[in-house]
């Protein structure tokens, strides 16, 4: 069954240090990962996405198959990037295209 | 266009009563998603359209559960005879095409069944 894991329900750091946000995965075909933030107060958006290979606000995340794994870093957290982070797995090829989110991780940064 | 609009923001209901949600998504977008989210939980997918067929549901949408989107526009989510358990955030999204560069979510509209 497909699924989307992500270990730690808070993640609490220091503004400035690195941060990384885990996101696993279960699914046997082909898939489009996504990462996606609610911030307090906020509808939930699009951060990035795995296919565009972007960079938004300076996070990161790089899709590894091997480790079916979808980890968003970032180097230099921000207080402004305190915020809800859900990772989210779609099937296009298969069963029309819904996604799949994980629980959820509070990102916390402290000044 | 406004983005994805949801109305109410709030409903307060009483077990046993119907309710119905309203969702306006972005106009040029022929999908339309139904998901629900409580405490602690990322959200849950309910049911979609394309344009205005219903294309999949969840084996969480139980038979008191409806949606509809008659002219494929706006959409409609009813729950009839409403259970504690019905208490929940239900969020709209819409998407153009498959949704691969990404979804609009609205705000949703949260539900409390005393």
């Known amino acids: 069954a497909q699924r989307v894991t992500q270990p730690e329900k808070l993640l609490s750091v220091f503004k400035g240090a690195p941060v990384e946000l885990k996101c696993n995965y279960s699914?046997?075909?082909?898939?489009?990962l996504f990462w996606y933030v609610q911030y307090s107060r906020q509808r939930l958006q699009l951060l990035l996405r795995?296919?565009s290979r972007e960079s938004i606000k300076g996070f990161t995340a790089d899709l590894n198959k091997g480790e079916t794994s979808f980890h968003l870093k970032k180097p230099f957290a921000q207080e402004e990037d305190s915020a809800m982070y859900y990772c989210?797995?779609?099937?296009?090829?298969?069963?029309?295209?819904?996604?799949?989110f994980g629980k959820g991780t509070k990102l916390s940064v402290k000044p | 266009d406004t983005g994805v609009s949801q109305d109410p923001r709030h409903k307060i209901t009483k077990r046993g009563q119907n309710v119905t949600f309203r969702c306006d998504p972005i106009?040029?977008?022929?999908?339309l998603y139904w998901y629900r989210q409580t405490l602690g939980q990322g959200p849950e997918f309910l049911t979609y359209?394309?344009?205005?067929?219903?294309?999949?549901k969840s084996r969480l949408l139980s038979d008191r559960f409806s949606a509809e989107r008659p002219k494929g526009s706006f959409s409609t989510l009813e729950i009839q005879r409403t259970e504690q358990g019905d208490s929940a955030m239900y969020l709209c999204?819409?998407?153009?095409?498959?949704?691969?560069?990404?979804?609009?979510f609205g705000s949703g509209t949260r539900l409390t069944v005393v």
């Open positions: 359209f394309q344009n205005e067929a219903q294309l999949e």
């Open positions: 106009s040029e977008h022929n999908r």
């Open positions: 795995h296919i």
């Open positions: 999204a819409s998407s153009l095409g498959s949704g691969n560069h990404g979804y609009t």
């Open positions: 989210a797995l779609s099937d296009y090829g298969g069963s029309q295209g819904n996604l799949i």
């Open positions: 699914y046997s075909g082909s898939p489009e």
